[in-house]
Structure formats: structure tokens, C-alpha cells
């Protein structure tokens, strides 16, 4: 579900006419100037918090694009208590006069020199998200003088495609980090004409190419686009070592207004692992999106990742805390499990680790890179960048952090319906038996921790955990 902002629209004053010694009605000097205050309900977002911020609203003859009394483009800006006014006595907008209907449209951040109803959109730099982030509300229709408060409804316009990346530690390692790396997409549009009368978007330009937006980490970057199908797009990740990867997108999606597309990739000696796209609508947290918040959050266990104060768009819960980073980088568990086996009737020593599950994950990827024969591996692969199969040592880590942050994990855990841990829990390493290494991997007893052999092809209860 789409997190929206919304604004009242309170129509001000009472309509005064006065008439003329030729007994004609005056109207402007003698009617009292009419302002529109937008009154934001929780949540906002950043523009109704900076001062002088503006929006612009164009009024309609509702049902059609035909502008009402000359009002398009006029500029309201924010008190920075979430109250919006005029920005000048010119910007006012009054009553409609008798029982005439309009139709609202309001957008964001304005343009004080547009003078149609198309919105010049200009994607070509991405260092300023509210810049070239065009929110747009479009459902204030059939309005009268009667109508009272009037709510704006505000949505993203464009769409917008995130990049996860994350390191291959399998081998040696092609980069000990991804600082000062920068991804380049190809094959798109970053020039367009948005009609505010009908939420339409024209294209202006060849496709080219965008540079995306990297956060501080280069774990995660992101790059708003016009709506449209993937058809021809690639990307080139350039790390800061000088290698230098290419990928092309598949083709069939289709890009739609209000929405992020997540693609996960892992980088390895043997290239690009691009993995199934992810889909959600563009969840707005504060204004802040989410895949940004990582970078800054201080975390403590038991938190939600990756915002703590926002169930809503939690991916996991926070169990362990890298030490010397502050509370700003550690592991995340998911919320739910599920019975699968290690491997269906694999009777073969693949030489797991007992340490770090992100190897056994490399090691299962080449010897089946779908994944098909290893369910449980593959169970944590389709949660998305990251998501591996936790190590017989990594389940007793994420046990002890257990029974001495239980309370908040299982309490966030059960917030989202999700599966808390309890004491009975069983589950299932990655890692293989020490003791029957071929045909049998290791469990884990939250109850005695202790450690015992089960078949391959038997089912176990398992769970998937995450770096951040």
C-alpha cells in the first residue's frame, strides 16, 4: 500500500459582492481576497517543513482542461509549520462565484516561470532527489464554494530503479569495498513534458544515459526515470579499482509511475549475479527513502531494518552489531522460516564452512547457480540481495543475541505477524556435517546448543539472515 501525504485545503473568508452606481457587480477590489491554507495530516513530507518551499495549484472547469479565471500556476509556499499561503497577493486564489465546479491539481517542487499546463521534467542530474522528484495531486475534482475542506492527495509521478550491489567473498576478492563506485544507466529518457491536466508524460529527448545517485557506502544506489518499458536498458558499475562490469536489464517489464524497481546484484570474480527484480510502491518515510536511511541510522538488536521507527517497510530484525561501526553495520534475521531440505538426495561433500553461511552460499552458487537442487538455499536467494543461509556458527551467534534481546526481537517480530523464536527452535546450517560430511548437514538446538546430523534430503526449519 502506497504511503501517501495528505492536505487539507481550507477554503478562507466569506464572499462579499458589491455593486456598482450602474448597478453592476464588482468583482476583485470589493470581494475579499481568498487564501487556500494547506493544513498537512501526518505524514508529511519535507516540503511542508521548509520554509518558503512552494507548491503550484492550477484550477480547472471541472471535467475538462480548460483553466479557470486565469488560476494556473499559482504559487503557495510553506511556513514551515506544515501551513502553506500565497507567495504573493498575484498568487491568490478565490471562491468560485455561484455553484460553479472546479478541479484541483497540485504539484511539486514548482516552477514559478511555467505558464502551460506541461512540466518540464529534467532528469539528466541526479545529486538533487528533490529536485527532480515530481510529487503530483490530482484528486481535489468537482469542488464547489460549498465544499468545505478540500484534501490533496500528493503521489510520485516517476518511477524509480534501485541498485543493491554486494561483494563476492568466495575466492579472491575483487574489491575490499564498494567506495567511490558509480553505476551509469543506459538506454533511457531523462527529458519529458508532464501534462498536469491529465497526469499524461511526453518524452522530449533521444534515450541516454543517467548517472546514479551512490550512497556514502556504495552498497546502494538509486536513479529516478520516466515511466515507460525496460526494453534496451543496461547499466555499467565502474568500481573505484578501475574494473568495470555491464549488465543489460531484461526486457518486459514496464515501468509504472509510483513505484521502485529493486534489482540485486552480486559482484564476482566471474562477473555480474543479477538477481529477480523486486517491486513495491514508492513508500515515502519521512521523505527519506529507504534504501538512504541504512547509511545514517545508529541500530541497536531488535530493531526494524532498514528503519527502525517503520514496521511498514521492515525487511528483518537487527540481531548482531558489527563492532567498531557504531551501531551502523551488523546482521538482520528474517521474520519468518520455513521447512526445506539442504539438498534433495545430494550425497556429495561440497566442503562447507561452519564460520560465515556467505561462503557456503558462493559454494552452492557454482555448483548450481539456480539453486533448484539446494531448496533451502534457494529459499533465502528469492528474499532478495543478500539473503544467505546462516553457518553453524552463525546460528549460535544469532541464539546467544537471542536470549539477551529476545524480548524486543520477538516483540518487533510479532508486530509485523511474523514468527518469533522460542527456546523449542531447531534449524538448519549451511554448513555440512563434520562428522558425515556427504550426505548430512548440521542442526542447531536453541534448547541445548547442541549440534546433530540430518539427512540432506530431509526437511529442517530454516531461517535467513542478511548483512547490512
Not at 566471474?270 to 541500530?299: F, K, R
Not at 528483518?316 to 563492532?323: Q, T
Request: net charge negative; with cysteine.
Amino acid at each position: 500500500m502506497s504511503f501517501k501525504s495528505y492536505y487539507s485545503l481550507i477554503l478562507l473568508s466569506i464572499l462579499s459582492i458589491s455593486c456598482s452606481e450602474d448597478g453592476k457587480i464588482n468583482i476583485g477590489s470589493d470581494i475579499e481576497k481568498y487564501t487556500f491554507v494547506l493544513a498537512p495530516q501526518e505524514p508529511e513530507t519535507s516540503f511542508s517543513r521548509h520554509i518558503d518551499d512552494t507548491i503550484g495549484i492550477t484550477v480547472y472547469i471541472a471535467g475538462s482542461h480548460v483553466v479557470y479565471s486565469g488560476y494556473i500556476n499559482r504559487q503557495y509556499k510553506s511556513n514551515g509549520n506544515g501551513t502553506f499561503v500565497p507567495a504573493s497577493e498575484e498568487d491568490e486564489i478565490l471562491h468560485p462565484l455561484g455553484d460553479q465546479s472546479l478541479d484541483f491539481i497540485a504539484y511539486y517542487p514548482s516552477k514559478r516561470d511555467l505558464l502551460t499546463s506541461y512540466y518540464p521534467i529534467s532528469l539528466s542530474d541526479q545529486s538533487n532527489k528533490r529536485a527532480t522528484d515530481l510529487l503530483y495531486s490530482n484528486n481535489a475534482k468537482n469542488k464547489t464554494n460549498t465544499s468545505g475542506n478540500i484534501a490533496f492527495v500528493f503521489n510520485h509521478a516517476l518511477s524509480k530503479i534501485v541498485i543493491n550491489t554486494t561483494i563476492s567473498t568466495s575466492g579472491n576478492l575483487v574489491t575490499e569495498d564498494l567506495q567511490g563506485m558509480n553505476i551509469t544507466i543506459n538506454g533511457v529518457h531523462d527529458e519529458g513534458l508532464f501534462n498536469l491536466a491529465d497526469g499524461s508524460i511526453e518524452t522530449t529527448a533521444p534515450k541516454s544515459s543517467i548517472q546514479m545517485k551512490t550512497g556514502a557506502n556504495g552498497r546502494s544506489s538509486e536513479a529516478i526515470i520516466l515511466p515507460g518499458a525496460t526494453t534496451g536498458i543496461s547499466f555499467i558499475i565502474k568500481l573505484a579499482n578501475g574494473y568495470t562490469y555491464s549488465a543489460t536489464l531484461p526486457n518486459g517489464e514496464q515501468f509504472l509511475s509510483g513505484h521502485i524497481y529493486t534489482y540485486n546484484i552480486t559482484i564476482s570474480q566471474i562477473g555480474i549475479i543479477l538477481h529477480p527484480i523486486s517491486i513495491a510502491d514508492w513508500v515515502v518515510i519521512n521523505d527519506i527513502p529507504q534504501e538512504e536511511i541504512a547509511d545514517e541510522i545508529v541500530y541497536k538488536t531488535g530493531d526494524f531494518y532498514p528503519n527502525p521507527g517503520n514496521p511498514n517497510t521492515a525487511i528483518g530484525v537487527v540481531y548482531w552489531l558489527k563492532p567498531g561501526t557504531g551501531g551502523k553495520e551488523g546482521k538482520i534475521v528474517s521474520f519468518d522460516s520455513a521447512l526445506k531440505n539442504w539438498g534433495d538426495s545430494y550425497n556429495q561433500n561440497l566442503g562447507t564452512n561452519i564460520s560465515t553461511g556467505i561462503i557456503n552460499w558462493d559454494i552452492i552458487m557454482q555448483n548450481d547457480p539456480t539453486m533448484e537442487r539446494f531448496p533451502a538455499f534457494k529459499w533465502c536467494k528469492d528474499k532478495g540481495n543478500g539473503w544467505y543461509l546462516p553457518s553453524r556458527y552463525e546460528l549460535h551467534v544469532l541464539q546467544e543475541l537471542w536470549l539477551t534481546h529476545g524480548e524486543s526481537m520477538n516483540q518487533n517480530i510479532e508486530l509485523i505477524k511474523g514468527e518469533p523464536f522460542t527456546f523449542n527452535d531447531v534449524y538448519l546450517a549451511s554448513s555440512e556435517s563434520r562428522s558425515w560430511p556427504n550426505d548430512r548437514a548440521e542442526t542447531y538446538y536453541f534448547s541445548t546448543k547442541n549440534w546433530l546430523p540430518i539427512y540432506k534430503s530431509a526437511e529442517g526449519r530454516i531461517r535467513a539472515v542478511r548483512e547490512f
